[in-house]
C-alpha cells in the first residue's frame, strides 16, 4: 500500500481548512482542520484583511494540523492549495505590504469601472481576458488605489494575489499559477501571459506582476519554515489555484457536459474542460483557466449563503422553516425580491446594484420573503445556466457548496428552476 500523503490546503475569504489525503483523493478520518474567520468591512465599500494576519491563519492551520496527524504513518509527498480568486495586494522592494489583502467584494474602485469603459472597448477586453470591467477585478482595483492612495502606489513594487504572498513567505517565491492569474482580469487568457494594454494604461511595468509557474513547476519551503515543519521538508508545493477552479475538480465536474453549481457565502455555476476558450465568450459569463490546458467557464453571484444568513440575522424565522416553504405553491407570497445586496456580478455586472422586496402588504410574513429571496437566487442561476447552454450542451449538474447542504427546500428550489430532478 501507498504510504505516500497530499496535504490539501483551502483558503477561503470565510475559514481556512487543510486536511491530509492518500494517493487515492481519499481524506484521512481525523484530519480536517477548518479555522473560522470574517474579512473587515468598511464603510465605504471595503472587504479586507490584514496580510501577515492572513498568512498566519494558514500556518496555524498546518500547525493544528502536523500536530493532530502526528502519529499517522506516511510521508507527506505533495502540498496542493486552493485560494479565493481576484485577492490583491501591493508589496513593496523589501516585500512589506503596502495595502490590506483586498477581496473580491471590495467595491472601493466602483466608481473607476466608468473610466475603464470610456477608454476600453469592453466587448474586447472581455473575450480577451474573460473578465468584463468590474469592481472585483484587478483593473479597478489598481486604477482607484492609483487615484486615492498614490503614495501607496508609488512605493508598489509587486502587485500579488493573497497566495503569492502566502509563496513568497513559506518558498521565497512570487510565482503564480495560470489559474491565479487569469482570474485577476488582466491577463491574456488565450495568449497565458499577462495583458499588455492593460498594464500600459496603467502604467505598471511587466516586472510589478508575478513570474507565471511552468507547467510542472513545484516549490520547496525556505529553511525557516523546513525546521518549523519537518514532516514537511521534503514536501513539493504546487502553486495555488482558484477555489473555484478546486471546487469544480472535487465535484467531478471537468467535462463538457457536466457543470457544477456551488452556494456558499456567494454563489456560482462553472463548466470545466479541456480546450481552447470560446471564439466568442458569452457577455455574462466570465472565463479563466485551470492551467494551460483547461479552461473554466461560468457566472459568479455576490448573493448566495451570505443572503440567507442576512435573512436569518434580521428577521424572526420560526423554526420549521423548511418544511413550512416545502409545502408552499411556487411564487405563491406575490414578492419581487431582487437578490443584490452585495451587489451584482454575473450577468449583468451593474455596479450599484442593490437589493430590494416589492409587493410587501400587511399580510406579507417572514416566510414569504425566504422563499422569495431562495427563489431569486435560482433565477439567478438560471440566467448563468441559459448562457452556458450557448457554449455547450450541459447534461447534468452537480451541486455543492454549505449552504445547499443545510437547506434541502433551497437545493429543490434550484433544481426545479432548472428543469432538474
Avoid at 501507498?2 to 475559514?15: K, P
Avoid at 507527506?76 to 513593496?92: E, K, N, P, Q, R
Avoid at 495555488?240 to 457544477?260: E, T
Avoid at 457548496?401 to 432548472?418: E, H
Wanted: hydrophobic content about 40%.
Amino acid at each position: 500500500m501507498n504510504s505516500n500523503l497530499i496535504l490539501a490546503i483551502d483558503i477561503g475569504t470565510s475559514s481556512v481548512r487543510a486536511a491530509l489525503y492518500d494517493h487515492a483523493g481519499k481524506m484521512l478520518p481525523g484530519s480536517l482542520v477548518r479555522n473560522e474567520r470574517q474579512l473587515t468591512g468598511t464603510l465605504d465599500g471595503g472587504s479586507e484583511i490584514n496580510a501577515d494576519k492572513a498568512v498566519s491563519q494558514v500556518v496555524a492551520v498546518i500547525d493544528q494540523l502536523l500536530a493532530a496527524t502526528e502519529n499517522v504513518k506516511g510521508e507527506i509527498t505533495y502540498v496542493a492549495t486552493c485560494a479565493f480568486w481576484h485577492s490583491l495586494v501591493g508589496v513593496d522592494a523589501g516585500g512589506k505590504p503596502t495595502t490590506k489583502v483586498l477581496s473580491w467584494a471590495d467595491n472601493r474602485s466602483r466608481d473607476q469601472v466608468a473610466d475603464l469603459r470610456k477608454k476600453f472597448d469592453e466587448l474586447e477586453i472581455h473575450n480577451r481576458t474573460g473578465a468584463c470591467f468590474h469592481s472585483s477585478f484587478w483593473p479597478a482595483k489598481l486604477l482607484w488605489i492609483r487615484k486615492a492612495h498614490p503614495d501607496i502606489f508609488a512605493r508598489t513594487a509587486m502587485w500579488l494575489s493573497l497566495s503569492d504572498y502566502l509563496g513568497m513567505k513559506l518558498f521565497g517565491d512570487t510565482t503564480t499559477s495560470v489559474s491565479m492569474a487569469s482570474a485577476s482580469g488582466i491577463f491574456d487568457i488565450r495568449k497565458c501571459e499577462w495583458d499588455k494594454p492593460l498594464q500600459k494604461f496603467l502604467k505598471i511595468d511587466r516586472s510589478s506582476f508575478p513570474t507565471i509557474a511552468g507547467p510542472e513547476q513545484t516549490f520547496r519551503l525556505t529553511e525557516k519554515f523546513a525546521k518549523r515543519w519537518p514532516r514537511l521538508a521534503a514536501a513539493e508545493w504546487f502553486a495555488a489555484i482558484g477555489d473555484g477552479a478546486a471546487n469544480n475538480i472535487g465535484s467531478g465536474c471537468a467535462s463538457r457536459s457536466k457543470a457544477g453549481l456551488m452556494v456558499g457565502t456567494s454563489g456560482a455555476m462553472r463548466l470545466v474542460y479541456r480546450g481552447e476558450p470560446p471564439a466568442k465568450i458569452p457577455p455574462g459569463l466570465w472565463c479563466y483557466r485551470i492551467d494551460r490546458e483547461r479552461v473554466i467557464i461560468g457566472g459568479a453571484l455576490s448573493d448566495g449563503g451570505g443572503l440567507y444568513s442576512w435573512i436569518k440575522e434580521n428577521l424572526r424565522l420560526p423554526s420549521n422553516i423548511e418544511s413550512a416553504i416545502q409545502k408552499r405553491e411556487p411564487d405563491g407570497h406575490g414578492l419581487t425580491f431582487l437578490p443584490f445586496l452585495a451587489g451584482e456580478r454575473s450577468t449583468g455586472y451593474h455596479e450599484n446594484a442593490t437589493g430590494a422586496i416589492l409587493g410587501l402588504n400587511a399580510n406579507s410574513n417572514a416566510i414569504d420573503i425566504v422563499q422569495a429571496a431562495m427563489e431569486s437566487v435560482a433565477y439567478r442561476f438560471a440566467e448563468i445556466f441559459d448562457q452556458l447552454s450557448s457554449v455547450v450542451k450541459i447534461e447534468e449538474i452537480v451541486a455543492s457548496g454549505g449552504a445547499l447542504r443545510s437547506s434541502k427546500v433551497w437545493t429543490q428550489i434550484i433544481a426545479d428552476v432548472l428543469g432538474r430532478k
